[in-house]
């Protein structure tokens, strides 16, 4: 049981890839663009299938977040008091705003 996590750069983009080595699942998250998860690929029926539709070249060239990903809003979908949390002992800092 593995997993592999990775970072891609498409054109001037950089992408994060989630891949689980035992069911086939992977991920890919567009960052710049909202966190956007654009590329979903998840077992079904007997084999891994695309569970989201974006176009072939959307990491290079994003668009509209609507109806290519979904925005992954997580550790934190808004506001995060004293624009820092901690996650498994190590506390990451966020940009300070209004």
Known sequence: ??????????GRQSVQTLHDDTTGASAAILPAHGFNLFDLRLPAAGEVR???????????NPRGGAGHGTPIL?????RVGGAR????GRTYK?????
């Open 50 to 60: 695309p569970m989201i539709s974006a176009p072939a070249d959307f990491a290079e």
């Open 74 to 78: 997580f550790p934190y979908p808004n």
């Open 94 to 98: 966020l940009p300070a705003n209004n």
């Open 1 to 10: 049981m593995g997993y592999r996590i990775g970072t891609q750069t498409r």
């Open 85 to 88: 949390f901690s996650f498994r």
